[in-house]
T-cell receptor, first 112, second 113 residues
Framework: ETGVTQSPTHLIKTRGQQVTLRCSSQ?????VSWYQQALGQGPQFIFQ???????GRGNFPPRFSGLQFPNYSSELNVNALELDDSALYLC???????????FGPGTRLLVL | EDQVTQSPEALRLQEGESSSLNCSYT??????LFWYRQDPGKGPEFLFT???AGEEKEKERLKATLTKKESFLHITAPKPEDSATYLC??????????????FGTGTLLAVQP
């Protein structure tokens, strides 16, 4: 059984640029959630996708957007990058919305 | 406001020295409490889910317990490979999502040989 995978592993961008992060959910999982983890902090919920629809959003501005595809993989897009966007971005998948979330290895984003 | 607080922030143990990590929470309508282990630069690894007060789960040297206001992660006779950050999270409704996880800031555990 393949776990959650994310790409790329590391990324360096400059302020104002746009970035797309990708996530492949665990086999059989139809729900994907995205989290931002700053250094020394716990993960913060960005949004969740269930069957290609956004199923809830945390306290993040609209420049954070996402997609879920028919195979349940997902993308996180961030426009107009700011220095504070530097963080570890985590994707988690679950079998159903209310089930246990399993995390991928994360994408480390550095904004200069 | 839903909130999770973990203590201590950091804990240093000698190999074999048992201890407990604390997770206190305030949430409207707890749907589950989760413990994860996170190694540096990696994603959280799932350990346990607890749903109701009085519930206990065990895995190797780890045991998680739940009351109405807090959870404990007991570590018995730890080994150096248990060194990691342990994250506690509660599952709560809100923002339209029925499976949003609210995390604490974690406890950084270091086990010395």
């Amino acid at each position: 059984e393949t776990g959650v995978t994310q790409s790329p592993t590391h990324l360096i961008k400059t302020r104002g640029q746009q970035v797309t992060l990708r996530c492949s959910s665990q086999s059989g999982h139809n729900t994907v959630s995205w989290y931002q983890q700053a250094l020394g902090q716990g993960p913060q919920f960005i949004f969740q996708y269930y069957r290609e629809e956004e199923n809830g959003r945390g306290n993040f501005p609209p420049r954070f957007s996402g997609l879920q595809f028919p195979n349940y993989s997902s993308e996180l897009n961030v426009n107009a990058l700011e220095l504070d966007d530097s963080a570890l971005y985590l994707c988690a998948s679950s079998f159903l919305v209310q089930e246990t979330q399993y995390f991928g290895p994360g994408t480390r984003l550095l904004v200069l | 406001e839903d909130q999770v607080t973990q203590s201590p922030e950091a804990l240093r143990l000698q190999e074999g020295e048992s201890s407990s990590l604390n997770c206190s929470y305030t949430v409207s309508g707890l749907r589950g409490l989760f413990w994860y282990r996170q190694d540096p630069g990696k994603g959280p690894e799932f350990l346990f889910t607890l749903y109701s007060a009085g519930e206990e789960k065990e895995k190797e040297r780890l045991k998680a317990t739940l009351t109405k206001k807090e959870s404990f992660l007991h570590i018995t006779a730890p080994k150096p490979e248990d060194s990691a950050t342990y994250l506690c999270a509660v599952q709560a409704p809100g923002g339209g999502a029925t499976n949003k996880l609210i995390f604490g800031t974690g406890t950084l555990l270091a086990v010395q040989p």
